[in-house]
């Protein structure tokens, strides 16, 4: 298995704390993805062209949260990241991914 993740070595801790993280995650059922998951995959895999931060144009409070560009209803919009339909999520994500249960995280 492969892991992505940000690790702050100014922080003494972060190291063991991204290290829990993965191990506490590994105990989950296999084939399970929490919701958080599925975004973070979605936007990890998609071309930087594609996706980007919230910028002038948006009210005050979004600015600087993801986006990305998406088809919606035969044209291409900008969305949030956090703002995409259950639909709009299955369809960003691979084939073998789409159809695993969500679980909570804990």
Not at 62 to 89: C, F, M, P, Q
């Amino acid at each position: 298995r492969y892991f992505h993740s940000y690790c702050d070595l100014a922080d003494k801790g972060s190291p063991e704390r991204m290290r829990a993280a993965i191990v506490e995650r590994e105990s989950w059922p296999v084939k399970a993805m929490t919701h958080d998951e599925r975004l973070e995959h979605i936007w990890s895999s998609t071309h930087d062209d594609y996706r980007g931060y919230a910028g002038d144009c948006w009210l005050p409070e979004l600015r600087g949260k993801r986006t990305l560009l998406v088809y919606d209803r035969g044209r291409t919009v900008l969305k949030l990241l956090h703002g995409l339909s259950d639909a709009e999520i299955a369809a960003k994500l691979p084939v073998h991914l789409r159809h695993l249960p969500t679980d909570v995280a804990a």
